[in-house]
Every structure is written in structure tokens, then in C-alpha cells.
């Protein structure tokens, strides 16, 4: 009595279908709270899962939970395939740590459902996941991984001049998210050897200057050059364009 109680069976893709619901029948009918099931080798394709738990969806009336492996980096759509057939509960953890590849990273699935429905995560404080994944990071000595959803170093980068410009004008024309709500700031990288003239004009906006139309070309095809051998820090690029506006 008082106990939450789940069942799950391991290597559920690779089992024969026929007996996975002949189990979860039964065990249905003791009534537990959730059934499992776990892609524990994370060979399962988004398809396949959408299939295996809308046909358990049908069998079982209790909550279904998930559980994807990242062996072959489908774990955050096989997730999400499985809540839009129907399953309740998703094995996640910061960073996606676990066993080989990991599993579901944390932000990688907030991002997917912030996107599409918004609503399910409405609940919870976005804005402390970047925190979130530091601590964890640090505490176990590896780095957020710089592609990691929302969290990722480059998350909110912009480097490429035709990005760079779009995102000046309108960032959403780049970003599906704001990075405030995530308590971070968009980054336009105009020392970059791709950047263009737009990046380089708001940065010298934001020191105060103006520049003509002759002086913002020469600038960037120097910042390009320059940064051909690697980028520019903010404060090279800052000495740079100082320097070539007379005082």
C-alpha cells in the first residue's frame, strides 16, 4: 500500500511484440501505476517506437513510460515519438548522462516540447537549466556539449553574415527561442571570418561609432582576413575598429 509501482521490460525493440503485450497484459491487470518500455540499446527508429507504444497504448490501461538509449542519437525523437503514441513518462537526465551514448538529455527535450507544445513545460522554471547543466557538468568533470539544446555554448551563436544580418533585424528569422527565457543572451559573432557588413556595423554601433559605406567594407574584408587564422576576440576586434575611425 502507498507504493508507486511500474513494471518495465529491457530490450523492448528487440523483443517479439506478441510476448511483450501477453506480459504487459498481465501485469496490467495488477493494476500498477506505469508499464515501460526501454530501448535499452537504442536501436529503435522514431517510427518503430510510435508503433510499439501506440500498440501498448491499446493493451494496457495504466501510464506508459520510455526509456531511449542515444547509441544511434535518435533518444530525444524516439521520446518524443513516444509521448505523441501515447506514453506518459520520459527517462531523462542532465546531460543525458548514462550507460554508453546516455539517454535523453534534459534540455534536448524541453527544447523539443517547448516548440511543439509549449504547454507541457509551462510549469517549470526554463531559465535555470543552463545552470543546471554546469553544476552537473562540473560536479562530474566532462564540458556541456557545445550542441547541446538550449544549454550549448554556441546555442545562441551567430557568425554567418546572411544569419547575422537576419537575426539584427529579427531574431526569430535564426532562433525558435528567446534566449532570455533561459536566462541567456544572443551572441552575434562579427569577428568571425564569416561575418558580413551588418555584424560589423552593429558592433561599432555599440562603441559609438559610425561608419561610412567604404570604411564598413575595408573593415570587414580586414576582419575577415585577419580572422582567417582564427577569430577575433571581442576586444581584438574592438582595437580594430577604434583604430580606424579618426578620433
Known amino acids: 500500500q502507498g507504493l508507486e509501482v511500474r513494471f518495465s521490460s529491457e530490450d523492448s525493440f528487440r523483443s517479439e511484440p506478441r510476448d511483450l503485450l501477453r506480459v504487459y497484459q ?3 491487470r495488477l493494476h500498477p501505476q506505469r508499464v515501460g518500455l526501454a530501448d535499452t540499446v537504442g536501436i529503435a527508429t522514431p517510427n518503430q517506437v510510435f508503433e510499439m507504444v501506440s500498440m501498448v497504448r491499446k493493451a494496457v490501461d495504466c501510464d506508459i513510460e520510455f526509456h531511449a538509449h542515444n547509441d544511434t542519437g535518435c533518444a530525444i525523437a524516439n521520446a518524443f515519438a513516444a509521448l505523441e503514441a501515447g ?29 511543439v507544445h509549449p504547454e507541457l513545460v509551462a510549469q517549470y522554471r526554463l531559465e535555470i537549466l543552463p545552470e543546471l ?8 568533470g566532462i564540458e556541456i556539449p557545445f550542441n547541446a539544446a538550449i544549454t550549448g555554448d554556441t546555442a545562441f551563436h551567430h557568425k554567418a553574415g546572411m544569419h547575422t544580418n537576419a537575426v539584427l533585424n529579427d531574431p526569430s528569422s535564426y532562433e525558435i527561442f528567446d534566449p532570455a527565457r533561459f536566462g541567456r543572451e544572443r551572441t552575434v559573432m562579427a569577428g568571425h571570418r564569416l561575418t558580413g557588413r551588418h555584424a560589423i556595423a552593429s558592433r561599432a554601433s555599440t562603441l559609438g561609432l559610425t561608419l561610412t559605406d567604404r ?3 575595408v573593415l570587414t574584408a580586414e576582419v575577415k582576413r585577419r580572422a582567417d587564422t582564427g577569430p577575433l576576440s571581442n ?13
Open 87 to 115: 506514453a506518459t513518462h520520459i527517462d531523462t537526465t542532465i546531460l543525458g548522462i548514462g550507460e554508453r551514448n546516455g539517454i535523453v538529455p534534459l534540455s534536448g527535450i524541453i527544447a523539443r516540447l517547448l516548440s
Open 133 to 140: 547543466d554546469r553544476m552537473v557538468a562540473d560536479m562530474v
Open 235 to 247: 576586444d581584438e576586434l574592438d582595437d580594430l575598429l577604434r583604430g580606424s575611425v579618426p578620433a
Open 26 to 28: 498481465a501485469i496490467d
Open 215 to 217: 570604411e564598413l567594407r
